[in-house]
């Protein structure tokens, strides 16, 4: 097993050339990919706990969720006691150096996070909505949807910045004034997403009934709740192909008249990076930030 060294820590790291994804992509080119992109990750996950989705056979392969600090997390990894929603505490991760991001990647995991800080639990600093398209409709849709949702977050003082969600959909997340609990960030996000929806009827729904979902845009505000996560910008996804949840210019998206425009998989992020840089480095600067509005 080779071990390598990482920021002073000694990281032995396992099954190099496996094959994760159908498309040939190794688990060393997945440690790679996070090693190599680690500067722009990692403010999105400093201070936050973290859930985990691994797939360490693949997206074909068995996949589970865990929110417990894993067996054999070495002791110098970063971890925080978060309330749990029925009593009680509940360890988890935080990733808080490259060191602690190779090591999490090294079990093959997408990365998840809430939209609040481990020091400050239940205080939301960032709202997010996730638009998912109803077959036939796809991130075409969403990009329109997103558009008013961005116009209408700006006239409450928010800027909205987007990304893929690394599957079907877009990702919009604000970020915020840490003033605010999560309740309060939920009913705000749900009267907004009720708002769309009448605003762009046939296009967009609020409510996640199935009878209503194709052809339209599911705006999920739902996971503004303290319990609930989401994928992290450039954390790549247990999809079909190396899919990354990667961040997008609003010109992108004005101009989006093909899906394919905006699909992005882990071989696309360094010409992105070189060409944008992070396009979400707004979402972890707290100049950025507005005060949750009233609720609609």
């Known amino acids: 097993m080779p071990v390598v060294t990482v920021e002073g820590r000694r990281l032995p790291l396992s099954n190099l050339d496996k094959v994760i994804y159908p498309d040939g992509t190794t688990k060393g080119e997945l440690l790679h990919y996070y090693a190599v992109h680690g500067n722009v ?14 797939y360490p056979d693949g997206p074909d392969g068995e996949t589970f969720f865990t929110k417990n600090v894993p067996p054999g997390t070495p002791d110098w990894v970063t971890s925080a006691d978060v309330p749990r929603s029925g009593g009680g505490t509940l360890r988890q991760v935080v990733v808080a150096d490259l ?14 996070t809430p939209q609040w800080r481990a020091d400050e639990p239940g205080l939301a600093d960032r709202l ?11 991130v075409v849709e969403c990009c329109e949807v997103a558009r008013w949702l961005r116009e209408r977050l700006a006239a409450d003082g928010l800027t909205a910045y987007a990304k893929t969600s690394g599957s079907k959909g877009l990702h919009l997340l604000c970020p915020l004034r840490p003033a605010a609990p999560s309740a309060s960030t939920s009913a705000y996000a749900k009267s907004l997403a009720a708002e769309a929806a009448a605003a762009l009827p046939g296009l967009a729904i609020a409510t996640m009934a199935r009878r209503l979902r194709p052809g339209r845009v599911f705006i999920d505000h739902s996971q503004n709740a303290a319990r609930k996560t989401t994928a992290t910008p450039y954390t790549l996804r247990a999809r079909a192909a190396p899919f990354v949840s990667a961040p997008v210019t609003w010109d992108e998206i004005e101009s989006c008249a093909d899906p394919d425009r905006l699909v992005f998989t882990l071989h696309d992020l360094p010409g992105r990076l070189s060409r944008h840089g992070d396009l979400m480095s707004g979402l972890a600067d707290p100049r950025r930030a507005g005060p949750l509005p009233a609720e609609g």
Not at 46 to 53: A, F, G, K
Not at 99 to 112: D, T
Not at 131 to 137: E, N
């Open 41 to 54: 990750l990692l403010p999105h996950l400093v201070h936050r706990p973290l859930s985990l989705l691994r």
């Open 99 to 112: 060191a602690a991001l190779v090591w999490a990647a090294n079990l093959v995991v997408e990365f998840h």
């Open 128 to 138: 997010v909505f996730d638009l998912d398209p109803g077959a036939p409709a796809t």
